[in-house]
Antibody, heavy 123, light 107 residues
């Protein structure tokens, strides 16, 4: 079945780096844009980043631009989120999620979500 | 940035009741508004896309309406399994934004 599985979360000190991964299965990964969306403990959903189906376009929230970088390897059906200069406020569950539109270079709606991986930034 | 404001923040409702959640955008977004349900300790699930388009596998008691700046998610005849947080999401322009969420408690 269509599935997204995140990994790479953990506890990290402020200022350090972490790399999240998202493994896709059950669909043609290279045909869909993918989001990263996060949720701080007890809070709502916050969009973090988006990468187009072909990897040529990336978009970032102001809160992470310049610190986070999204990339994808379509040959391995894998997405990555490189997170540098982490801050306390980056503590959250990070979801990767699929855009519901084929070959999207922009942003539409999210039709598949992973279960998330937890990132805790703490000294 | 487009701000999405949901109301209410919290509602306690009884089974079989009809529930209405509203989402107001700070500027017109056409029909680029989607709704998600998130049950406790689960990831979100798409309920409605483009304001009113139904999603395969989602019970027919969930419906959406609206355009421009005012949108509504309606749950007809609420069931116990509908206890969850509900979020609206706009894809009209960057940054992509979500409403703050509405938590439904079943009495």
């Amino acid at each position: 079945q269509v599935q997204l599985v995140e990994s790479g979360g953990g506890v990290v000190q402020p200022g350090r780096s972490l790399r999240l991964s998202c493994a896709a299965s059950g669909f043609t990964f290279s045909s869909y844009a993918i989001y990263w969306v996060r949720q701080a403990p007890g809070k709502g959903l916050e969009w973090v980043a988006l990468i187009s189906y072909d990897g040529k376009n990336q978009y970032y929230a102001d809160s992470v631009r310049g610190r986070f970088s999204v990339s994808r390897d379509n040959s391995k059906s894998t997405l990555h989120l490189q997170m540098n200069s982490l801050r306390i406020e980056d503590t959250a569950v990070y979801y990767c999620a699929r855009d519901g539109t084929l070959y999207s270079t922009f942003y539409y709606y999210i039709d598949v979500w992973g279960k998330g991986t937890t990132v805790t930034v703490s000294s | 940035d487009i701000v999405l404001t949901q109301s209410p923040d919290f509602q306690s409702v009884t089974p079989k009741e009809k529930v209405t959640i509203t989402c107001r955008a700070s500027q017109s977004i056409g029909s680029s508004l989607h709704w998600y349900q998130q049950k406790l300790d689960q990831s979100p699930k798409l309920l409605i896309k483009y304001a009113s388009q139904s999603i395969s596998g989602v019970p027919s008691r969930f419906s959406g309406s609206g355009s421009g700046t005012d949108f509504t998610l309606t749950i007809d005849s609420l069931e116990a399994e509908d206890a969850a947080a509900y979020y609206c999401h706009q894809s009209s322009s960057l940054p992509i934004t979500f409403g703050q969420g509405t938590r439904l408690e079943i009495k």
